[in-house]
């Protein structure tokens, strides 16, 4: 299938560009996705993603930022199968999330901010399972394991220690090596490098980097860091409210904050502008609140 | 062919992670069989003090053989709260895993585990109580384990569907309903002595059948063919508690997925 499609997004930015025609099926389609929560019967449901459409082509990254609880966390978790639609579609390569599930989950990983894993077992113990449900074999699995966590700078004797001997940083590297290991064409990062320390963040971004370069993995990143966004995703789009209030390249942002708002060209301004808060009060929030 | 392969090792997935789990815990395995061998110890030596061969009998094949039913209700019970409770559960739905291979591959190994566990127990009250087992037809009391394995696996898998749809409570319904099992299979006492409506309860608890034949096959040594009345009900809930399990399990999964609770919670 080949596919030029031209995504209505709800931005009020006067001056975004036109996405570009992708050859073939494209890696990520999502077409005005909504999904409400009713939290209480007595109100109304509450909209944690309203019409959000998004299309990502193969071999990009695409940078999703956003306060806590603007929808970047159900936004992953529609995209990864987690949570049904209650409106729209997600097609994944052409394979439509509802009606071929099982080859879209063949196709997809998630890495989330919570490295959850079983915490007595070992890194090992832990990698062996993901992969045997993805249908590798134990020796490949183990093989393959062995390569991508030396890759990550984890050596061969963490392996056989429980993870829960390891520190942040270290289990949300098994965290990242658990999704590669299963060889996703689209890898869904869920902040991957929260509460990582700077050393640790550089080896992910790095990894990241590398694994769009020589894998040709599509990579749907959210993230608080916008120096983190800035180097590693070809277009940004911010949520606000459950709505995508812009969408553009890192440069586009930045000129667009300041041509149409007279502000500093930075992805801080267009955060500010674009959720209407600052970026300390999201890190606040945040820190009580990391599951978003 | 390779659809099977795939089944074949994500089914293997669970049982090789759950022996890992196992291996992990063995402090608490430990722990958890010498409760469950004081446990029967001090009901079977109720049997003992009243100097009835039967009685003790009786009671030794009710807290072995509950012990079993219960060990593989609970493992298929808390696969999911398991995973609920690590925050693994979203990376399990997330894998491209039939739900049949991911309750079967538990299944099991609660099966394996709960043979050993059992084996154990059997033995230390066997030679605690220098118990003649000179009649006892094993292959009856096998061929109704396993029988018995099938549909206990179905409300094991109806039971998992709890702690899918409320974290917390899921968990304690599913200690209730255990609980009520107990209560009605006739565990320690025949199940004549309950109230006619808790009788109509126990028969459709798949322990009550399970109880009753192999008390007969090894303390009588009843045969497979005498002991028809209790296979028949055995076989059928089998056939209607595994797919009724599977297809409740389903729905479970659409409704957490509907209003949001896969999400790690605690």
Known sequence: MSIAVSVPIQSPAPSRPAI????????????????????????????????????????????????????????????SGLLTLDEGRVEVFGHDLVREEMAVKRLINRVSVDAAFFKKLSPAENLSFAARLYGLDGREARLKAAGIMARLGIGEKRMARPVEQMSRGMQQKVAIARAILTSPTLLLLDEPTTGLDPRSKLDVQSFIEELQADHDAT????????????????????LAGGRLAVEETPEGLKRLVALEYGLPPTLESAFMKYTGRSLDDDVEEGEADPAD | ??????????????????????????????????????GALSVSLIGQSVGSRTLLMSLVIGAVFWNYLSVVFQSIGDTITWERWEGTLEYTMMAPVRRSVQLLGSALYAVIYGLIHTAILLAILALFFSLDLGRANFAAAALFMGVGSASFIGVGMLAAILPMMSVERGSQMVFVLQSCLLLVSGVYYPTTILPGWMQLVSRVSPATYVLDAVRKALIDGASASQLLPDLWPLLVMAFVFIPVGLWGFGQAERYAKRTGKLKRVG
């Open chain 1, 20 to 79: 570009r025609p992708i050859p073939g099926p494209a890696a990520l389609l999502v077409d005005h996705a909504t999904k409400r929560f009713r939290v209480d019967r007595r109100k109304p449901p509450v909209v944690a993603v309203d019409d959000v459409s998004v299309l990502i082509g193969r071999g990009d990254i695409y940078g999703l930022l956003g306060a806590n609880g603007s929808g970047k966390s159900t936004f992953i978790r529609l995209v």
């Open chain 1, 219 to 238: 990579i749907l990143l959210t993230t608080h860091d916008l120096a983190e966004a800035d180097r590693l995703c070809g277009r940004i789009g911010i």
């Open chain 2, 1 to 38: 062919m390779i659809a099977l392969t795939r089944d074949a090792r994500a089914g293997y997935a669970f049982v090789e992670r759950n022996f890992n789990l196992t291996k992990r815990y063995f402090g608490w395995e430990v722990a958890f069989l010498v409760y469950a061998v004081a």
